[in-house]
């Protein structure tokens, strides 16, 4: 993802959060913690629960990403 300079915190973490969700690649950790299957479907869904918090973190900042930024999203009132 090419971003511009950070112009605060919460635009920066949300660059770090979207860098890790788009190119972490847990194969290496996965050959070596799942070895049978009882133990990688532990580890698939212990990822799956990672996934969501990651997603959910970067999602909590898009309101407050610089209003030109693709993905930038106002914040929705909860009724």
């Known amino acids: 993802m090419s971003e511009t300079r950070a112009v605060s915190i919460k635009h920066a973490e949300y660059a770090i959060l979207q860098t890790l969700l788009d190119t972490v690649d847990l194969s290496i ?3 070596q ?4 299957d009882p133990s990688g479907k532990r580890f698939k869904t212990a990822g ?3 996934l969501k918090i990651v997603e959910g973190l970067a999602d909590r900042r898009r ?14 009132d909860k009724a």
């Open 29 to 31: 950790l996965e050959s």
């Open 33 to 36: 913690m799942a070895t049978d």
């Open 48 to 50: 799956e629960n990672v």
């Open 63 to 76: 309101h407050l990403l610089p209003t030109d930024h693709p993905h930038y999203r106002p914040k929705e």
